[in-house]
């Protein structure tokens, strides 16, 4: 809620009350502000709503919150008050989030499913046209054919692999050679992907990356001593074709230290 009081879209008298009310709030924290709000901090959230609802009036809003999962729980008791009391009005939320995060107040999901004009979308990666159009400037078609085999249309992999490239010597005399090289930004951001995927995702991005072409939810629960069910999980947290490709095109290109424990 900082973060938005502060921003410098916003029109100055509208952040100068959005900023007091927070001060307030802040000067005035109780004992029960981190599981429900106290009298007076609903008063203050009608008043934050009101303040916010008194700029629709002129415009169209919209709130973006990334990785949602690492919220606070004041600001979250903000959000959610204020996404259950916007049915009518000009402003939308738009929240991400990673699905596999142990968050540590998980029912904000089911208070936001409440809402009757809230809607759930899972993205996906891109398709080789989208992957296309994100390298600036256009690849060959065999390096485009690389990016996407290696990265699996992932805009986080497609990036690194390309900066990895761009920084790989001799690249300005060859901009694009049919076999960019991934390197260091490319294990960072991977292993940045396994991380968010979930627990058992590093096991079985480790397995795939180990086992290749062999691998089956058999063989990984086998190596890693996992219930065959949460090997299967694993699996499908890894969104194949992403790390399927992913793994074993790093472990052909000397990439392990992407799989370092």
């Given at each position: 809620?900082?973060?938005?009081?502060?921003?410098?879209?916003?029109?100055?008298?509208?952040?100068?009350?959005?900023?007091?009310?927070?001060?307030?709030?802040?000067?005035?924290?109780?004992?029960?502000?981190?599981?429900?709000?106290?009298?007076?901090?609903?008063?203050?959230?009608?008043?934050?709503?009101?303040?916010?609802?008194?700029?629709?009036?002129?415009?169209?809003?919209?709130?973006?919150?990334?990785?949602?999962?690492?919220?606070?729980?004041?600001?979250?008791?903000?959000?959610?008050?204020?996404?259950?009391?916007?049915?009518?009005?000009?402003?939308?939320?738009?929240?991400?989030?990673?699905?596999?995060?142990?968050?540590?107040?998980?029912?904000?999901?089911?208070?936001?499913?409440?809402?009757?004009?809230?809607?759930?979308?899972?993205?996906?990666?891109?398709?080789?046209?989208?992957?296309?159009?994100?390298?600036?400037?256009?690849?060959?078609?065999?390096?485009?054919?690389?990016?996407?085999?290696?990265?699996?249309?992932?805009?986080?992999?497609?990036?690194?692999?390309?900066?990895?490239?761009?920084?790989?010597?001799?690249?300005?005399?060859?901009?694009?050679?049919?076999?960019?090289?991934?390197?260091?930004?490319?294990?960072?951001?991977?292993?940045?992907?396994?991380?968010?995927?979930?627990?058992?995702?590093?096991?079985?991005?480790?397995?795939?990356?180990?086992?290749?072409?062999?691998?089956?939810?058999?063989?990984?629960?086998?190596?890693?001593?996992?219930?065959?069910?949460?090997?299967?999980?694993?699996?499908?947290?890894?969104?194949?074709?992403?790390?399927?490709?992913?793994?074993?095109?790093?472990?052909r290109r000397r990439a392990p230290k992407c799989w370092t424990p």
């Amino acid at each position: 809620m900082r973060q938005l009081a502060e921003s410098p879209s916003l029109p100055a008298e509208a952040g100068r009350r959005l900023r007091a009310l927070l001060d307030e709030d802040e000067a005035t924290v109780d004992a029960n502000a981190a599981d429900r709000p106290a009298p007076a901090r609903a008063a203050r959230m009608q008043k934050v709503c009101a303040a916010l609802h008194d700029m629709v009036r002129t415009r169209l809003v919209l709130i973006g919150v990334d990785d949602l999962q690492h919220v606070d729980a004041t600001s979250l008791q903000y959000l959610l008050y204020l996404s259950g009391r916007s049915r009518s009005t000009r402003l939308m939320t738009v929240f991400t989030e990673t699905l596999h995060y142990q968050q540590g107040v998980p029912t904000y999901r089911t208070e936001f499913l409440r809402q009757p004009h809230f809607q759930r979308m899972r993205l996906h990666c891109l398709d080789r046209r989208a992957t296309a159009e994100l390298l600036t400037p256009a690849p060959a078609e065999a390096a485009l054919d690389h990016y996407f085999s290696v990265t699996g249309g992932n805009p986080l992999l497609v990036r690194a692999l390309r900066e990895d490239h761009l920084l790989t010597p001799g690249s300005p005399a060859q901009p694009e050679p049919a076999d960019p090289v991934a390197g260091e930004a490319f294990a960072h951001a991977v292993l940045t992907c396994v991380d968010r995927s979930g627990p058992a995702a590093a096991k079985v991005a480790d397995g795939l990356a180990i086992l290749g072409g062999a691998s089956t939810v058999d063989a990984l629960s086998r190596l890693w001593e996992l219930p065959p069910a949460e090997a299967a999980r694993g699996v499908r947290r890894c969104a194949p074709p992403v790390w399927s490709t992913t793994c074993r095109s790093a472990t052909r290109r000397r990439a392990p230290k992407c799989w370092t424990p």
